[in-house]
């Protein structure tokens, strides 16, 4: 969207476009911030998450797989490779970190979470209620 507006009218219409595209997003995120780890704790939207993590996914490779087929110079290919060992080196930096704090999609639905931590009903076969 930022390219359009730069084509449209410059460094000011790039920036504008940017900020359109990029604010509605910010501001959900700090108006919501207190309201997502009770959000989370709910079963009903952590079957919905879980289920919409797949479709993510598949509409990111669908837009990036043939975006990356249409590089053709090679400064693009390094880019693309730089940028797939800083993403490869934070995922791995993340699950190797002692510290980090387990997220529910960690331990299995139902079955034995770490200890301190609360454990996931199956949220298929509770009709996903909220029972914790």
């Not at 790039?14 to 108006?31: H, K, T």
């Not at 693309?80 to 490869?88: K, S, T, W």
Request: with cysteine.
């Amino acid at each position: 969207m930022a390219v359009v507006g730069y084509a449209a009218a410059g460094i000011g219409g790039g920036l504008l476009a940017a900020l359109v595209a990029f604010d509605p997003s910010f501001i959900f995120i700090l108006v919501g911030a207190e309201r997502f780890d009770r959000l989370r704790r709910n079963a009903g939207v952590r079957a919905f998450l879980d289920g919409a993590r797949p479709a993510a996914i598949g509409a990111i490779l669908g837009s990036a797989i043939p975006l990356a087929s249409a590089l053709k110079e090679l400064w693009q290919f390094a880019i693309l490779v730089a940028a797939g060992v800083v993403i490869l080196g934070l995922q791995r930096h993340r699950h190797h970190h002692p510290g980090r704090r387990r997220r529910g999609s960690d331990r299995a639905v139902g079955g034995r979470s770490p200890p301190g931590q609360p454990r996931l009903l199956n949220t298929a076969a509770r009709g996903c209620r909220n029972e914790n």
